[in-house]
């Protein structure tokens, strides 16, 4: 259970895409990692351990190369998850209300009639100019209700759920403003007139616990894609040294596009390898050599069959929770992998006894994108698409199999520590 504690204590401590990041940077820091500033020079060893991050809300650790030109072993996965943005308080029928915004597609339906917590950032006037603080109201929780079946008798019969009539947040049972603000402020160590701005956001508190008849499920918010992001996470901190360099990316706006300066389409990844390639010291024809070589996880959940409507998967090709981790296709290519990238991470897998499934949407029904298909158009690497299967994505709380999320740790290790390099285009010599 220690195992599985320390991804719920992980998720319990990113009720946000800044509190994702923020925690881990903890972590690599407690693991050697020194950290960058975007908006300073940056002076690199060969074999040196960094991490920078972008808004807050999305970091990078990498391990340098020890060579010009050796290349890198890359794992991507996303911050947020669909969820609420408030943007203020108002009074209505004698409450205090948040007012929210809808962010990303969640199954609303899921988030109401529960203790609801509020964390984000808060940009406070300081002497020396604007600092940024992360907050967590904790023990203060929202609500959104829904009406009473008696009043809405057609409830279950397909009910709309309206984001501006169903989905605003009771808060308090007084018309007070100032409710609000003077706990926002108190969690941010200020006074209500020094806060200048906000990023807040409404968020499951429930504690992920193992259930099931043989404890055999994972129930945890978030898991869609904290638990990549943790795995990954796991793999990159574990991984032997290599001649190779590797990386680990947090990206946020996974949700809404990842359009955005700190998505997958940013000039994030981009950036940190050309600032890396200019203190290794390759020259452009190195540079190039360095992303040939190159391989990358794109690492996002996929949908397991789903036992009440095992009609919505294709069936001859089911994928089940608990019995492996996915390698997503697409033909449209919502996502990456192809037979090149398939066949190598089958390799590294079947090495360490990772069993993995193949996941295709149903050919009628379009599936969702993710982060490789967009991170490809910014960096021109060979990339595959895995993931936990799991159940409820997009809800205030998501299902995943036990066993499946230590096949994803022990795979992205073996991922990291594979020697695999390029001696041919489609053709790759494998070291495990």
Not at 196 to 202: A, T, V
Not at 211 to 235: H, K, N, S, T, Y
Not at 309 to 332: C, H, Q, T
Request: negative net charge.
């Amino acid at each position: 259970m220690e195992f599985y504690q320390d991804l719920f204590d992980y998720i319990q401590k990113s009720p946000t895409p800044f509190h994702a990041v923020a925690e881990s940077a903890r972590r690599l820091r407690d693991a050697g990692f020194t950290e960058l500033n975007e908006a300073e020079c940056w002076n690199l060893q060969a074999g040196g351990k960094y991490f920078v991050t972008r808004n807050q809300s999305s970091v990078i650790a990498f391990v340098m190369p020890q060579k010009a030109g050796a290349g890198w072993r890359m794992s991507a996965a996303h911050s947020d998850s669909p969820g609420f943005k408030v943007k203020g308080a108002s009074q209505k029928a004698g409450f205090t209300m948040l007012d929210t915004e809808g962010y990303g597609g969640m199954i609303r339906s899921s988030w109401m009639d529960r203790p609801l917590g509020i964390a984000g950032r808060v940009m406070v006037k300081t002497a020396q100019g604007v600092e940024s603080r992360l907050v967590d109201l904790k023990d203060t929780k929202a609500v959104i209700p829904h009406l009473a079946i008696h009043l809405n008798r057609n409830v279950n019969d397909g009910h709309t759920y309206d984001m501006k009539k169903d989905m605003q947040a009771v808060f308090a049972g007084k018309e007070k403003n100032a409710c609000y603000q003077e706990k926002v402020s108190h969690a941010a160590g200020c006074s209500i007139s020094d806060i200048l701005s906000e990023d807040m956001q409404l968020y499951c508190p429930e504690q992920g616990q193992v259930i099931g008849g043989e404890q055999e499920f994972v129930l945890c918010p978030r898991l869609d894609d904290l638990a990549c992001g943790w795995a990954a996470l796991m793999g990159f901190l574990q991984a032997k040294p290599s001649q190779q360099g590797r990386i680990w990316c947090l990206f946020d706006n996974e949700e809404v596009g990842s359009g955005t300066r700190q998505g997958a389409c940013s000039s994030f990844l981009p950036d940190v390898l050309a600032r890396a390639a200019k203190e290794l010291g390759e020259d452009a024809q190195q540079q190039r050599m360095s992303l040939a070589n190159s391989l990358l996880l794109s690492a996002d959940n996929g949908h397991a069959i789903h036992p009440n409507f095992a009609e919505m998967s294709d069936g001859g090709y089911p994928v089940r929770v608990g019995e492996g981790i996915v390698l997503k296709f697409n033909a449209s290519q919502k996502y990456t992998t192809n037979a090149v990238t398939a066949a190598l991470f089958h390799t590294v897998c079947d090495a360490v006894q990772v069993p993995v499934q193949e996941y295709y949407n149903r050919p009628d029904l379009p599936g969702g994108s993710t982060l490789g298909n967009l991170l490809a158009a910014q960096v021109s690497i060979p990339m595959a698409d895995i993931g936990l299967p799991q159940l409820a994505m997009h809800s205030c709380v998501e299902m995943a199999g036990v066993q499946d999320i230590a096949y994803l740790c022990k795979a992205c290790s073996a991922w990291y520590d594979a020697e695999i390099d390029c001696k041919a285009d489609g053709s790759y010599r494998v070291t495990l």
